[in-house]
Each structure stands twice: as structure tokens, then as C-alpha cells.
């Protein structure tokens, strides 16, 4: 359990947040005309594909375990529960687990990071093609930066940027909602409940 929250945390703030969204914010601004970065542009460009099935395939490892680990049954592997008898176990697990499931809907929160998931990487093949043409237009990569036939900013390639970072951000908040729960907090609101 321990490790899973921590893989998540490192995977949603770490590499998805403050490397990945960090380097789309550049290339943003870099479009926008704020920076004159097109080196960077480039080779983040090059690399978006790769990039991005890196970040999926571990976002996809962890959803895979989302719903054993987020849940307050996870507590009853780990010290102090795990030390309860099998027989009383077994019924607190349950009943917890069920509990948690009547308040949150971790499915659908599962199947929501997928549809997210898929429409980045649909967003970053989109720039990378977006890219291609441009470079395929107007000659060698790093000869100049992503440029429309009338010298601005390529705006098919700026909206969706923009809307990476959008979809990231997404991202980004929905596996916080993935941090572990407290099976104590889940009994506390079942005994709430139960006496209102």
C-alpha cells in the first residue's frame, strides 16, 4: 500500500507535474512568442511520443492497482489491522470496503483517467504531427521555429498545447483523488450514519 501511494505521488507530482507539464508550459510560452526557445521546442517535440507512452504505461500500471490500493481495504494487509483475527477480518474488511464503495465511485473515477489518458495521447500525436507538417513546409527541423506561411505562431500547434496542459492538469488532479483512505475515517462515517 505504502508503495503504491508513493509511486502515484511521484508519477502525479513529480514527473507528470513538475517535469512533464513544467516542459508543455515552455514550449506554450516558447508558441506564444514570450520565449524564443525553439531548440527546446524541437527536440520536446521529437520526444512528445516517447514522453508520453512512458508517463501512460506507469499511469496505467497504477490504475491497475487503483482501486485495491485507494481503498480503506488496504489497511487490513498493513500493521496494526492486519494483526485482527482472519474471522473478524474478513467482516470488517468487507463491510468497510463496501462502505467506501457506497461513497465513492472508484470505477468511474478509474474509467475517467482512462478517457483522459487516451485523449493525451491522441492530443500529443496530434502535435506531433501538427509539427511534422510544419517542418515538412518550411525545411529542416532548427532551421526556424513552428511558423505559419505568415510568420506567426502556428496556432494548430498552440491550442493543442494548451490543451495538453489541460488534460495534464486533469490528470493530475484525479490521481490525488486516488490518495489511500483511512479505513478508520470510512468507519467513522459509517457510524455517522448510522446514528442520523
Known sequence: ???????????????????????VVRVIRALQGHTVDDEFVEKFLQRLPTLWDELNMEAMALLRRAEFEAGPHAWFHVYPLNRLEQADRSWMEALVTAAWRARREIAVEV??????????????????????????????????????????????????????????????????????ESAIRVLGTLRGSRCG
Not at 125 to 133: A, F, H, P, T
Not at 142 to 149: D, F, I, L, V, Y
Not at 159 to 177: E, N, P, S, T
Open 1 to 23: 500500500m505504502r508503495e503504491w501511494a508513493i509511486q502515484r505521488a511521484r508519477f502525479s507530482h513529480d514527473r507528470l507535474k513538475n517535469q512533464f507539464l513544467q516542459s
Open 111 to 180: 474509467d475517467h483517467v482512462r478517457i483522459v489518458l487516451t485523449e493525451i495521447s491522441t492530443i500529443c500525436q496530434e502535435m506531433r504531427d501538427s509539427w511534422l507538417g510544419m517542418i515538412g513546409t518550411h525545411g529542416e527541423a532548427g532551421s526556424e521555429g513552428p511558423k505559419r506561411e505568415d510568420g506567426g505562431t502556428s496556432s494548430s500547434l498552440l491550442d493543442a498545447a494548451v490543451l495538453l496542459h489541460f488534460r495534464c492538469q486533469d490528470l493530475c488532479d484525479a490521481f490525488y483523488k486516488f490518495r489511500p
